[in-house]
């Protein structure tokens, strides 16, 4: 099966930029989207289709996806940043969708 | 406002049965595919089921093929969860996301949104 691999932590001081990556075999042939999810919250969508933001995501979230790896950008990072950060894309060779392990964002 | 809401969970024995529903308003619900997604105990997400628009397309996660089931009824705006022959593994809790979808067979979209969950606990 395909397997996403986060780090499992990151950690950046406030007002500096985070970079949480997600790596795949071939990932960047898959549309990547990836949602953030604070403690006893549900998960939100910050990026989608590898790059895009939903309405009201700040313009500071950001994504790139190439190759082997897809990277979420938080730039300018605030305390409400903190949460886990999930990637998730759609499989198609086993038509369904994989989620990547998760990163724990602490903002310092 | 767009809106789903899950019910259902609960604390049922080994073996057991529970049925989960969500519960979609602020949009046309016959228009979108849904999924459950389920979290562990301090893990992380899990897909479980997803099913079309139409109900032509439903799959599962292996863990979970054979014991499941997923439907929907679009009169009623609702997706269901039908969970047979429980074990300890499948305590989570289960949330419902919308996506969009496209092609045959489909191929669902990012999730947005997500409700806000249902606990199931399963334990003697």
């Known amino acids: 099966s395909y397997v996403l691999t986060q780090p499992p932590s990151v950690s950046v001081a406030p007002g500096q930029t985070a970079r949480i990556t997600c790596g795949g075999d071939?990932?960047?042939?898959?549309?990547v989207h990836w949602y953030h999810q604070r403690p006893g919250q549900a998960p939100v969508v910050v990026v989608y289709d590898d790059s895009d933001r939903p309405s009201g995501i700040p313009e500071r979230f950001s994504g790139s996806n190439s190759g082997h790896t897809a990277t979420l950008t938080i730039s300018s990072v605030e305390a409400g940043d903190e949460g886990d950060y999930y990637c998730h894309i759609w499989y198609s060779r086993r038509d369904h969708p994989v989620f990547g392990g998760g990163t724990s964002l602490t903002v310092l | 406002e767009v809106q789903l809401v899950e019910s259902g969970g609960g604390l049922v024995k080994p073996g057991g049965s529970l049925r989960l529903s969500c519960v979609g308003s602020?949009?046309?619900?016959?228009?979108?595919?849904f999924n459950w997604v389920r979290q562990a105990p301090g893990k992380g997400l899990e897909w479980v089921s997803s099913i079309s628009s139409s109900s032509r397309y439903k799959y599962y996660a292996d863990s979970v093929k054979g014991r499941f089931t997923i439907s929907r009824d679009n009169a009623k705006n609702s997706v269901y969860l039908q969970m047979d022959s429980l074990t300890a593994e499948d305590t989570s809790i289960y949330y419902c996301a919308r996506s969009r979808q496209e092609g045959i067979p489909v191929t669902m979209r990012w999730f947005d949104p997500w409700g806000q969950g249902t606990r199931v606990t399963v334990s003697s």
């Open positions: 602020g949009f046309t619900f016959s228009s979108y595919s």
């Open positions: 071939s990932i960047g042939t898959y549309s």
